[in-house]
C-alpha cells in the first residue's frame, strides 16, 4: 500500500458503506479499499474505530473519520469539481437519518424490535417517499450530495419488497432510483472486492 493513501474499511452492501464511497469515487479520491464480513470485523479496524461500524476511513496522517456523512463532507472537501458540497441539503439528509432510517429498520427487521409495534412502519417509510417524490416533481435530483447520501436507503427500502415500491404512485421517485441504480458510479462502487486479510 501506498502510504499517501487513505485506507477504507467498507462492507458492500452497507448503505452508510455505499454513501461513502459514492462521495469518495466522485472526488476522484485513490485508496486502499479494505473489504470486511460484519461479523467477522478485523482488529485493525476495530483498533481504529471501536464502535464498530462502516465506513471507516484512515487518513494517511492517522486521523480516523468513522462517520459516513463526515467521510461525505471530507472527501468533498478534498476535491468538489461540481461545487456540491455547497449545494448539498444536510437538513434532508438529516431527515433520512433519524427518522427514515429507524422506520425503515423496522419495516425490514421487525423481529429486531420485539417490544415495539413495527406494522405501521412501511406506511411511515411511503410518507418520507412522498415528500422526495414532491422534490424531484420539481428537480431530476435532489442537489449536490444529497443523492448520494440518500439513495442507498432507498434502494434498500425498495429491495424489501419491489412490487410494493413500483406499484406506488411516485413516479418521479422511482425514475431517480432507477437512474442511480443504472449510474456509471454506482456500478463502479459496487464492484466486489475479496476480503481483506490483515498480514
Not at 414532491?134 to 431530476?140: E, Y
Request: glycine share 4%; aromatic share 12%.
Amino acid at each position: 500500500m501506498s502510504s499517501d493513501r487513505p485506507i477504507l474499511y467498507s462492507f458492500r452492501r452497507c448503505p452508510y458503506a455505499m454513501r461513502a464511497r459514492l462521495a469518495l469515487h466522485y472526488a476522484g479520491i485513490k485508496l486502499e479499499h479494505r473489504e470486511i464480513i460484519l461479523r467477522d470485523k478485523p482488529q485493525a479496524m476495530l483498533d481504529a474505530s471501536p464502535k464498530g461500524t462502516v465506513p471507516v476511513l484512515i487518513l494517511p496522517d492517522a486521523t480516523v473519520i468513522d462517520e459516513s456523512l463526515d467521510i461525505m463532507k471530507w472527501a468533498g472537501a478534498q476535491n468538489d469539481p461540481q461545487n456540491w458540497l455547497q449545494a448539498t441539503d444536510f437538513a434532508l439528509i438529516t431527515h433520512n437519518d433519524t427518522i427514515f432510517k429507524p422506520q425503515l429498520d423496522r419495516y425490514k427487521y421487525p423481529t429486531r424490535y420485539p417490544d415495539e409495534d413495527c406494522s405501521g412502519a412501511r406506511d411511515s417509510c411511503e410518507n418520507y417517499f412522498a415528500l422526495l417524490n414532491d422534490k424531484l416533481n420539481a428537480a431530476s435530483q435532489l442537489g449536490g450530495l444529497t443523492d448520494y447520501a440518500i439513495f442507498p436507503f432507498i434502494r434498500q427500502c425498495a429491495n424489501v419488497d419491489k412490487d410494493w415500491f413500483t406499484a406506488l404512485p411516485y413516479k418521479a421517485l422511482q425514475n431517480w432510483l432507477d437512474a442511480h441504480l443504472y449510474s456509471a458510479i454506482f456500478q463502479d462502487i459496487m464492484k466486489k472486492h475479496l476480503l481483506w486479510q490483515a498480514d
